[in-house]
């Protein structure tokens, strides 16, 4: 067998060695560390973890002397609130005073939660950094159980620049124009949420088929000046392969989407499917549409971060519209919400996310789901 292609194939194999190391700060029982707290209420130690409470903005900071190289960092709360929390850290290089901050979100659940940042896919995150902490938003009530700081080795490394780069998008509304393609990541953090972002996380694995290309063409035509054999037909083969490669992973991307279309669409019964990014709307859609049969106008809200529920809402019960303000919102027989906090309250009034929205006379007439609700109001 010729060395070059032993050595493609050993680039494209998997590395079985793996190890990481961490720096774990437990807070269940005693503060570890010495912590600086800048207006919290409370930040007492108790056995299930530091209780933090606040009426104000705070924080609290550490230094952070990393011997390693640090890439990840794992946050273990518990909290019934859903807020947004900031990492903070200092950088000399970066600023000589104040913080470099990143968002994240805590999700209020009566269990507690581990929050996973990759901070390596972050220009600005340096091992570097001479403090480290977080700081909280007003009203905040939490227990912070644990921090942990990670870091993987190459064998790691090169094992998850294999998995990320059979690691699939999903189909989503882009993917009939583009796909990203295959993308690399260096630690199993970053390689579960590639698709998350635009651009993805990481590097397109394009570049390492470019890289071996070029090379390969290097060393054919060095092989030719020399006085060796003609290597086109080499250069040619390898060609091949590397199209190969890259054409079995895209195909098998294409496939698992039909895959998972078949697995939680087509072969569920209606209340158990779920639609690609859609979740459940279609299930919600076909409950509601008997309901609304016979309104010219109907309520209808969708998640916040989007219009396109309410433009296929628009589609699908025409010539019945849905609203979402407005002179008529007094008037319906039905509102549909759909990803949305919704309630009637002790008097009869729609409330979608703390708002009042339609006033009166109102009863949940179906919980279609965890995700969707019927309500119907009196004439």
Known sequence: MPKWLFLIGLLLCPLSVSAVERIELNFEGNTPGNWEVKNLTNASPSPQGLVIKTDRDGRMTTSSNFIESVETVSITVKTYQTMEALLLWK??????????????????????????????????????????????????????????????NAFEK????????????????????????????????????????????????????????????IWFLWKNHTGGKNKLAGFLILFAILWLVNDLRMGSELISYVKNDWNNYVSKGIGERTFRSNLSFPDAVDE???????????????????????????????????????????????????????????????????????????????????????FQFKE
């Open 158 to 217: 090169a094992t998850n620049v294999f998995k990320g780069f059979w690691t699939f998008d999903t189909y989503r509304s882009h993917s009939i124009n583009f796909l990203w393609g295959p993308w690399l990541t260096f630690n199993p953090i970053a390689r579960a949420n590639i698709y998350t972002r635009n651009p993805p996380v990481g590097n397109s694995a394009m570049w390492i088929f470019y890289g071996i290309l070029a090379i390969g063409g």
């Open 288 to 374: 509601s549409l008997a309901y609304i049969a016979n309104d010219p106008y109907y309520i209808f809200f969708g998640p916040t971060d989007t219009t396109v529920y309410f433009s296929i809402m628009r589609y699908l019960t025409y010539p019945n519209l849905p609203i979402n303000g407005g002179d008529k919102m007094n008037q319906v027989k039905h509102a549909i919400t759909f990803g949305r906090n919704s309630e009637i309250d002790d008097e009869g009034n729609l409330i979608v996310d703390d708002q009042i929205v339609r006033v009166g006379s109102g009863s949940l007439l179906k919980r279609i789901n965890k995700f969707g609700s019927i």
């Open 91 to 152: 950088d000399p290089e970066y600023a000589a005073d104040g913080y470099i901050q990143l968002p994240f979100i805590m999700y209020g659940s009566p269990d507690a939660q581990t929050i996973d940042i990759d901070l390596s896919s972050f220009d600005f995150w340096h091992s570097k950094a001479t403090e480290f902490g977080i700081a909280f938003p007003a009203g905040a009530e939490i227990i912070l159980k644990d921090i942990t700081f990670s870091n993987w």
